[in-house]
């Protein structure tokens, strides 16, 4: 069975075809140091360096000690004694609730370029890979979990998702956190995939500071919502599907989410985003076998609205994978690692 995804927009009037919506869903996701720390957002200390008029542009890579080899297959060759990798358990305060989240922490006194990895819905597939290979580049790696997910406390909602980024970066920018953590809150920059990569590209839109932005097979949640409002069997599809999905969710259903993505279905069009994303540094990577989001349905039609936006910062990478680049993890990271080096740090 299909449901068949279709809206009309400045970029294409074709319908769009997803196939299998529950599949869809199943996939789509598919410490040493002390906990806690302040949780708002705060002036970076004076001695880190200012930002760049463009985010990226002024390419740099992390200078942390001796990291020769490829980080994303080989260990590090020193380690420094002083400032060795870590793992942080950490607590984020987000609109009263707790999420739940990890920092990976990069050898070497810093303070260090840090990503924050997103995860996709509901979450299955972590890509704690790429936070590793990530890290042994020089880079920490903020992960957590969102509202009503995993654990952390609160009720899920794709919007409450959305403001959970926010507080992540308003944690990770606190001056506080930033010293403890070793972070340099001037190169803060945002990994996510499926759902991730839509959050993703979400809060650079709403935070342009942002330094650099990776969307991994990034879904267009618009897509679902015009499908679910334009035609009652695929809603009815659509909240059965979701529902299914939720095992690791709470204070949500089906239902719920689906009228959530009915209600936003123009905000949640990744290609409205284009005009506010134009000045941002961007990397967009699909899977040529990717059944779950295609890309002629939503790595394309965003590639193609930024580039009638006028978007000079925009790379784009097509690796022969399904959605989950389930043997394409070595080239996914690579990919992630090599570009984030070039810009990002």
């Not at 403001?163 to 920059?189: C, G, M, Q």
């Amino acid at each position: 069975m299909e449901l068949q995804m279709s809206h009309e927009s400045d970029v294409s009037d074709r319908k769009t075809f997803v196939p299998l919506i529950l599949v869809f869903l199943l996939t789509l996701g598919c410490g040493d140091l002390q906990a806690g720390g302040a949780g708002a957002e705060s002036q970076a200390p004076e001695s880190q360096e200012p930002e760049s008029q463009v985010p990226g542009t002024d390419s740099q890579v992390p200078g942390t000690g001796d990291r020769a080899g490829d980080p994303t297959t080989q260990d590090p060759q020193t380690v420094d004694p002083d400032f060795p990798a870590a793992m942080a358990e950490v607590a984020i305060q987000s609109h009263g609730s707790r999420l739940n989240g990890i920092i990976y922490l990069a050898s070497g006194k810093g303070p260090h370029p840090t990503v924050v990895l997103l995860h996709g819905f509901p979450g299955n597939e972590k890509n704690l890979d790429l936070a590793q290979a990530v890290r042994r580049a020089g880079f920490n790696v903020a992960f957590f979990h969102y509202r009503g997910s995993w654990g952390s406390e609160g009720s899920f909602s794709f919007s409450a998702a959305l403001e959970d980024v926010k507080a992540v970066k308003d944690f990770l920018k606190n001056p506080e956190n930033a010293a403890r953590y070793r972070i340099n809150t001037h190169r803060i920059s945002v990994v996510g995939h499926s759902m991730g990569g839509f959050m993703a590209l979400h809060a650079t839109a709403l935070d342009p500071s942002m330094r650099c932005t990776v969307s991994i097979a990034g879904a267009n949640l618009g897509l679902w919502g015009f499908s679910a409002k334009s035609d009652p069997a695929a809603a009815d599809g659509v909240a059965s599907a979701l529902d299914g999905a939720t095992g690791p969710l709470h204070g949500t259903s089906g239902v719920a989410l689906r009228d959530e993505l009915v209600t936003h279905a123009d905000t949640f069009h990744l290609p409205t985003l284009a005009t506010a994303l134009k000045n941002n540094r961007l990397l967009l990577i699909g899977g040529q076998r990717d059944g779950v989001v295609p890309l002629e349905a939503h790595h394309q039609p965003l590639v193609a609205a930024l580039d009638k936006a006028g978007a000079e910062h925009v790379d784009t990478e097509i690796l022969d994978a399904d959605h989950a680049f389930s043997d394409k993890r070595i080239a996914l990271a690579r990919a992630v690692v090599d570009w984030l080096g070039r810009f990002c740090g």
